[in-house]
Structures are given as C-alpha cells and as structure tokens.
C-alpha cells in the first residue's frame, strides 16, 4: 500500500472541518471573495456611483425616474448585503467587480453619445437591462446556494433584492414597449 501525502491546509476541500466553518467558507467564495461575489459585493456601490450619470442622460421622463427609483433601490441592496453578511457571520473582502465596470462603460459610453435623445433613451434601456441581467444572475446564484446551505435569513434577504432586481428589469421593458422604441423608431 502506497503512502500518499495527506494535506493539512483547511482551504483543501479534502481536509475534515467544522461544518460551520466548511459552510462559511463556501458562502464567504461566493458572496465576499470569488465571482459572481464581486457582482454582489462591490458592483452595487459602483453602480451607485455610476446611476445618477446615466439618469441624466435620459430623455424620456419615465425612463428618468425609473432610473432614479432604481438608484434608491440600489442603495438598499448595497445595505441588506451588509444585513447577508452579518446573518452568515463573515467579514467579505472588498474587490473591484470587472464585470459590472465593463457594464458601467458601456452605458456611459451611450451616456455620453451625440444624437437624437429618443435613439440614445433605447440603447441606455438597453444597457441598463444587461445590468439587470447581470445582477439577477448573481442574486439567483447566491440566494439559492444560501438557501441550500440552510442560510435562510441570508436567503430571504437575496430573495428581496432578486425579486427588485427582477421588477426593474421589467419596468424597463414597459417603457421600451410603452414609448421609447416607438420614438426612437421614427
């Protein structure tokens, strides 16, 4: 029988700890460390900084608001995080989201383009919908890895911020549908 080399780093999957601390680990990769944890983490307070910017650029008053009403929103879900990260008892680590900064720069770039107002409120509707897109994937990922690791309160918490996510991005839809790309379609 041969001897193989057993490991004692407690980041070895192989390596027997606590469950408490095994479960930390994996919700802490998740929502403080690894991706889409930085969607989660820091993309909300980039998105933040970046929303009244692109509201201004709008045309469309219901696309304003709408974009307005989000950034409120955006500025609750930055601290129910807080809330997730206290109710699983870890300290996330602070990166910078690449995902949600190549995002941003494409709706700035749509920000800030020359042109007819009506054309630009449907490519900012269009961009903001990829935001969307992106945070409803990393919401959905987390609540349900929370929710299978018997973080329920962690899982609540994501579930509100998912189901925002998810009644923004069909807000959005409404004003495309209602007005936007009538008009710009002219």
Same mark, same amino acid.
């Given at each position: 029988?041969?001897?193989?080399?057993?490991? =004692?780093?407690?980041?070895d999957p192989r390596v027997?700890? $606590?469950?408490?601390?095994? =479960?930390?680990r994996q919700i802490s %990769?998740?929502?403080? !460390?690894?991706?889409?944890?930085?969607?989660?983490?820091?993309?909300?307070?980039?998105?933040?900084? /970046?929303?009244?910017?692109?509201?201004?650029?709008?045309?469309?008053?219901?696309?304003?608001?709408?974009? $307005?009403?989000?950034?409120?929103?955006?500025?609750?879900?930055? %601290?129910?995080? +807080?809330?997730?990260?206290?109710?699983?008892?870890?300290?996330?680590?602070? !990166?910078?989201?690449?995902?949600?900064?190549?995002?941003?720069?494409?709706?700035? +770039?749509?920000?800030?383009?020359?042109?007819?107002?009506? /054309?630009?409120?449907?490519?900012?509707?269009?961009?903001?919908?990829?935001?969307?897109?992106? +945070?409803?994937? /990393?919401?959905?990922?987390?609540?349900?890895?929370?929710?299978?690791?018997?973080?329920?309160? /962690?899982?609540?918490?994501?579930?509100?911020?998912?189901?925002? +996510?998810?009644?923004?991005?069909? %807000?959005?839809?409404?004003?495309? !549908?209602?007005?936007?790309?009538?008009?710009?379609?002219?």
């Open positions: 029988m041969s001897s193989a080399a057993v490991s =004692t780093d407690p980041q027997s700890v $606590d469950p408490l601390v095994a =479960t930390c %990769k998740l929502l403080g !460390e690894a991706r889409p944890s930085n969607t989660l983490r820091m993309a909300a307070p980039q998105l933040v900084e /970046a929303l009244p910017d692109i509201a201004q650029a709008a045309s469309s008053k219901d696309l304003t608001k709408a974009i $307005d009403e989000h950034l409120e929103e955006t500025r609750g879900h930055v %601290k129910r995080l +807080e809330e997730v990260f206290e109710a699983i008892g870890i300290q996330p680590e602070s !990166e910078h989201c690449d995902g949600m900064e190549g995002l941003i720069s494409e709706g700035s +770039e749509v920000a800030e383009a020359a042109g007819d107002g009506d /054309a630009r409120d449907a490519a900012l509707i269009g961009a903001a919908q990829r935001v969307e897109h992106y +945070e409803i994937a /990393a919401y959905g990922t987390a609540r349900t890895l929370a929710r299978q690791l018997g973080h329920t309160d /962690a899982a609540k918490l994501l579930g509100e911020t998912l189901d925002e +996510e998810s009644a923004a991005d069909e %807000k959005l839809t409404k004003i495309a !549908e209602k007005s936007v790309n009538r008009a710009a379609a002219r």
